[in-house]
């Protein structure tokens, strides 16, 4: 066989096994450059038929990631293919099917979301609204194996940089202690866990994050010990499908991640595949649901308890409070009430990822009323019925 | 390791090497003095005497420093002595100060394989193939090394222990890197002087006896043929004009390069070298008789044979055909692709290998 031959099976062969190719240029600037830009000229070259220069820049990738295994695989593949014509990504003799195909997994999902960057003038549809101390967001896509860091621009979310991540090794939609699938739902980060701390499996760092949330009890789910958390020294990266649950980032990334996460603060939103949303359309969604807010908050103050009680679910549930056992309480209680005052400040609303209408609503709430003062972290669910926004749990945050 | 420093091998291994140079270097050499010293250093390290013989090449290099030759062997003995360090070190000036010659390349490239040191030895052989573009040897043993890369490559993606099997199969291949096949041609046609002509009476150790004792392993043996410019395959297509009697001439051709796959696999030795024609051009330009016996010794080892003939393209014209096909070999631990190209000539009505060797 020709070389000329044998170089365009290869070509067909990787780009078959990732079925994409890079986009030429990038639209936005890149602050995470990563191995995908690199490892995508590898893919370039492939698909040119330059396989010395492929092997080139994979060498160079090499050099800058020694740990990376993907690029020591293309590598492999791009030496044999000097001797003999390669069918696949990974040719290997005799090595262990999964772990060539967790590399080509792997490999589909750096050049797809380097193809695939978010535009900028697309919002997940997630962060409707940041607190103002919130200075950076999280949003992680785990079908494509990606990480999104969001910046609070005086309020609307900034794309900062995206990184690949692992996630759980049985999917998502995490359920029961042990399942080894990573949660879906909104989180923050609940504390900062050093290197020193940790064995090296989990890297240069861990942050916990808050599953189970609210929501997860009620469901009743459980387990706990979701973490962001680095890799161990041994590799670059882990494949796509790799953790118990956990979220995991190389180590430079995490080490980049965690300059921006405030403990107790930064949200950590985990879908299964991020919602886009146009700028206008993101402003409609948290119009709308910022203009329901302000209601229950007027409608509160009013002491016009039958009104108040409107902005509830009959779905609706706090503690052991049922929508009935709710409505009685506040009815009793605001019989005794001359007037009322209810201020909510730093109000942020994080669209649960999924089919249901579920925003969950943090505020610092100020309650003045004629006999009793309080004020409060409050977190409310507010989800969507019948084309209206209902409270369906509040409680303290 | 240990197998491969077993001593009967070792004895002979490097013979061919010195062969190879012998033809052409020794031509050059004027003094019968250190001709006898070589010849007696090169007898020495034949019989295992490593000291001697080192102390009779020291000899003749202290009459004639410079001399290439007498380098060359002096690496060759200190590679038998396991002084591969030093030995690296006289190919690495030998290189320097003859940079035509592409035996020390190679042997460099040999003894950087041997430490695991890819990066240097494929540097090496590209050396070996710039300066000689036809140079089988080094181009079988760069395919080789790419292979290694490969596997190393491989071995870091998948995490793999290099204790396992496949560091069994790179052993086995590090015999198959050292034998080097006698070019005599090659050697003759490149001597810088003039008197290449007059340097066929050189007292070089047999070159049939060389080509024999090697113990390695078969594929590369089957493949070490010189890649003959005549022998270019035509295209497919150059096949064409007459289809019919092409497609018959050309399942013809298939079969009788699947027999002989079968015969090889059977071990069926008889079978196997009845298929080659008379005019057979051996792989070293070895004669016939040398060939077969050291073809049937090598199929008649006791490890089970087994060869797998892929991706068959024939082109038959006339009297003449052509095979390209991937050839599969496993015997034992080893286990070998390579890309294989034959020329097959009617004889008697029966397709008969003329040439056989390596695409590369």
Same mark, same amino acid.
């Given at each position: 066989?020709?070389?000329?031959?044998?170089?365009?099976?290869?070509?067909?062969?990787?780009?078959?096994?990732?079925?994409?190719?890079?986009?030429?240029?990038?639209?936005?600037?890149?602050?995470?450059?990563?191995?995908?830009?690199?490892?995508?000229?590898?893919?370039?070259?492939?698909?040119?038929?330059?396989?010395?220069?492929?092997?080139?820049?994979?060498?160079?990738?090499?050099?800058?990631?020694?740990?990376?295994?993907?690029?020591?695989?293309?590598?492999?593949?791009?030496?044999?293919?000097?001797?003999?014509?390669?069918?696949?990504?990974?040719?290997?003799?005799?090595?262990?099917?999964?772990?060539?195909?967790?590399?080509?997994?792997?490999?589909?999902?750096?050049?797809?979301?380097?193809?695939?960057?978010?535009?900028?003038?697309?919002?997940?549809?997630?962060?409707?609204?940041?607190?103002?101390?919130?200075?950076?967001?999280?949003?992680?896509?785990?079908?494509?194996?990606?990480?999104?860091?969001?910046?609070?621009?005086?309020?609307?979310?900034?794309?900062?940089?995206?990184?690949?991540?692992?996630?759980?090794?049985?999917?998502?939609?995490?359920?029961?202690?042990?399942?080894?699938?990573?949660?879906?739902?909104?989180?923050?980060?609940?504390?900062?866990?050093?290197?020193?701390?940790?064995?090296?499996?989990?890297?240069?760092?861990?942050?916990?994050?808050?599953?189970?949330?609210?929501?997860?009890?009620?469901?009743?789910?459980?387990?706990?010990?979701?973490?962001?958390?680095?890799?161990?020294?041994?590799?670059?990266?882990?494949?796509?499908?790799?953790?118990?649950?956990?979220?995991?980032?190389?180590?430079?990334?995490?080490?980049?991640?965690?300059?921006?996460?405030?403990?107790?603060?930064?949200?950590?939103?985990?879908?299964?595949?991020?919602?886009?949303?146009?700028?206008?359309? %993101?402003?409609?969604?948290?119009?709308?649901?910022?203009?329901?807010?302000?209601? %229950?908050?007027?409608? %509160?103050?009013?002491?016009?308890?039958?009104?108040?009680?409107?902005?509830?679910?009959?779905?609706?549930?706090?503690?052991?409070?049922?929508?009935?056992? %709710?409505?009685?309480?506040?009815?009793?209680?605001?019989?005794?009430?001359?007037?009322?005052?209810?201020?909510?400040?730093?109000?942020?609303?994080?669209?649960?990822?999924?089919?249901?209408?579920?925003?969950?609503?943090?505020?610092?709430?100020?309650?003045?009323?004629?006999?009793?003062?309080?004020?409060?972290?409050?977190?409310?669910?507010?989800?969507?019925?019948?084309?209206?926004?209902?409270?369906?749990?509040?409680?303290?945050? | 390791?240990?197998?491969?420093?077993?001593?009967?091998?070792?004895?002979?291994?490097?013979?061919?090497?010195?062969?190879?140079?012998?033809?052409?270097?020794?031509?050059?050499?004027?003094?019968?003095?250190?001709?006898?010293?070589?010849?007696?250093?090169?007898?020495?390290?034949?019989?295992?005497?490593?000291?001697?013989?080192?102390?009779?090449?020291?000899?003749?290099?202290?009459?004639?420093?410079?001399? /290439?030759?007498?380098?060359?062997?002096?690496?060759?003995?200190?590679?038998?002595?396991?002084?591969?360090?030093?030995?690296?070190?006289?190919?690495?000036?030998?290189?320097?100060?003859?940079?035509?010659?592409?035996?020390?390349?190679?042997?460099?490239?040999?003894?950087?394989?041997?430490?695991?040191?890819?990066?240097?030895?494929?540097?090496?052989?590209?050396?070996?193939?710039?300066?000689?573009?036809?140079?089988?040897?080094?181009?079988?043993?760069?395919?080789?090394?790419?292979?290694?890369?490969?596997?190393?490559?491989?071995?870091?993606?998948?995490?793999?222990?290099?204790?396992?099997?496949?560091?069994?199969?790179?052993?086995?291949?590090?015999? #198959?890197?050292?034998?080097?096949?006698?070019?005599?041609?090659?050697?003759?046609?490149?001597?810088?002087?003039?008197?290449?002509?007059? /340097?066929?009476?050189?007292?070089?150790?047999?070159?049939?006896?060389?080509?024999?004792?090697?113990?390695?392993?078969?594929?590369?043996?089957?493949?070490?043929?010189?890649?003959?410019?005549?022998?270019?395959?035509?295209?497919?297509?150059?096949?064409?004009?007459?289809?019919?009697?092409?497609?018959?001439?050309?399942?013809?051709?298939?079969? /009788?390069?699947?027999?002989?796959?079968?015969?090889?696999?059977?071990?069926?030795?008889?079978?196997?070298?009845?298929?080659?024609?008379?005019?057979?051009?051996?792989?070293?330009?070895?004669?016939?008789?040398?060939?077969?016996?050291?073809?049937?010794?090598?199929?008649?080892?006791? #490890?089970?044979?087994?060869?797998?003939?892929?991706?068959?393209?024939?082109?038959?014209?006339?009297?003449?055909?052509? /095979?390209?096909?991937?050839?599969?070999?496993?015997?034992?631990?080893?286990?070998?692709?390579?890309?294989?190209?034959?020329?097959?000539?009617?004889? #008697?009505?029966?397709?008969?290998?003329?040439?056989?060797?390596?695409?590369?």
């Amino acid at each position: 066989m020709d070389a000329k031959a044998r170089t365009r099976l290869l070509a067909a062969a990787l780009l078959c096994a990732c079925s994409i190719l890079p986009a030429a240029s990038a639209e936005r600037t890149y602050s995470d450059s990563g191995p995908e830009p690199l490892l995508a000229g590898v893919f370039a070259e492939i698909e040119q038929n330059r396989l010395d220069a492929a092997l080139q820049r994979v060498e160079a990738l090499i050099k800058a990631y020694p740990n990376f295994r993907l690029a020591h695989l293309v590598k492999g593949d791009l030496l044999l293919a000097r001797g003999r014509p390669i069918s696949t990504l990974g040719n290997a003799a005799n090595a262990p099917q999964d772990r060539l195909a967790d590399l080509r997994e792997e490999a589909v999902a750096r050049l797809k979301a380097y193809r695939d960057r978010p535009s900028a003038d697309y919002l997940p549809r997630y962060l409707l609204q940041m607190h103002p101390e919130q200075k950076f967001a999280v949003v992680v896509d785990t079908r494509k194996s990606r990480l999104y860091l969001y910046q609070n621009a005086n309020g609307q979310p900034r794309f900062v940089a995206d990184y690949y991540i692992s996630h759980g090794k049985a999917g998502t939609d995490k359920l029961r202690e042990g399942d080894k699938k990573t949660p879906i739902g909104v989180y923050h980060v609940t504390a900062s866990l050093p290197r020193q701390k940790l064995t090296d499996f989990y890297g240069s760092g861990a942050f916990p994050i808050s599953y189970p949330n609210e929501w997860d009890k009620r469901h009743g789910r459980n387990g706990h010990g979701i973490w962001l958390h680095g890799t161990p020294s041994d590799t670059f990266s882990r494949p796509p499908k790799a953790s118990d649950g956990c979220v995991v980032l190389a180590n430079r990334d995490l080490d980049a991640l965690a300059k921006n996460l405030q403990i107790g603060l930064t949200p950590v939103i985990i879908s299964n595949s991020i919602e886009w949303l146009s700028l206008d359309d %993101w402003q409609a969604e948290r119009r709308a649901l910022l203009d329901s807010i302000e209601a %229950w908050r007027q409608d %509160w103050e009013s002491l016009d308890t039958g009104k108040y009680l409107a902005h509830y679910s009959i779905r609706f549930r706090s503690g052991n409070l049922n929508v009935e056992q %709710w409505a009685a309480q506040k009815r009793q209680i605001n019989a005794g009430k001359q007037w009322i005052k209810v201020a909510a400040l730093n109000i942020s609303m994080f669209r649960n990822p999924g089919q249901e209408e579920l925003v969950v609503v943090t505020f610092d709430q100020d309650y003045r009323s004629s006999n009793l003062s309080n004020a409060m972290k409050k977190r409310q669910y507010w989800i969507k019925e019948d084309g209206a926004w209902k409270i369906i749990y509040e409680g303290g945050a | 390791m240990a197998e491969k420093y077993n001593t009967m091998r070792l004895s002979r291994l490097p013979v061919s090497l010195a062969a190879a140079l012998c033809a052409g270097l020794l031509a050059t050499l004027p003094l019968p003095v250190l001709a006898d010293n070589l010849q007696d250093a090169s007898r020495l390290m034949k019989q295992g005497q490593f000291g001697p013989a080192l102390e009779k090449t020291e000899q003749a290099l202290a009459a004639k420093p410079k001399d /290439a030759q007498a380098r060359f062997l002096k690496g060759l003995i200190l590679t038998e002595m396991g002084k591969q360090a030093e030995a690296i070190v006289v190919f690495t000036k030998l290189t320097e100060d003859y940079p035509e010659l592409p035996e020390p390349y190679n042997n460099l490239a040999v003894l950087y394989a041997q430490q695991r040191q890819f990066e240097k030895a494929k540097n090496a052989l590209e050396m070996a193939i710039r300066t000689h573009p036809s140079y089988a040897t080094a181009h079988e043993n760069l395919g080789d090394i790419y292979a290694r890369m490969a596997s190393q490559a491989y071995d870091k993606a998948l995490q793999l222990d290099s204790s396992n099997a496949s560091a069994q199969s790179k052993l086995a291949m590090i015999r #198959d890197i050292m034998s080097t096949s006698a070019r005599p041609a090659a050697v003759a046609s490149r001597t810088t002087s003039g008197k290449v002509q007059a /340097a066929t009476p050189a007292p070089a150790p047999a070159a049939k006896a060389e080509v024999t004792p090697v113990s390695r392993p078969e594929p590369s043996a089957a493949a070490k043929v010189e890649p003959a410019p005549s022998v270019q395959a035509p295209e497919p297509k150059a096949a064409a004009p007459e289809p019919k009697a092409a497609a018959s001439g050309k399942q013809d051709v298939e079969k /009788a390069v699947r027999d002989w796959a079968a015969a090889w696999s059977k071990k069926d030795v008889k079978a196997y070298l009845a298929a080659y024609a008379k005019d057979f051009q051996t792989p070293g330009g070895e004669a016939r008789d040398t060939w077969e016996a050291e073809r049937a010794r090598r199929i008649n080892r006791p #490890d089970p044979i087994q060869v797998g003939v892929e991706n068959l393209q024939v082109a038959v014209e006339g009297e003449r055909a052509t /095979a390209k096909f991937r050839q599969h070999y496993r015997s034992g631990k080893l286990k070998t692709s390579a890309s294989k190209a034959m020329v097959l000539v009617r004889r #008697d009505g029966k397709w008969l290998i003329q040439e056989e060797r390596v695409a590369n």
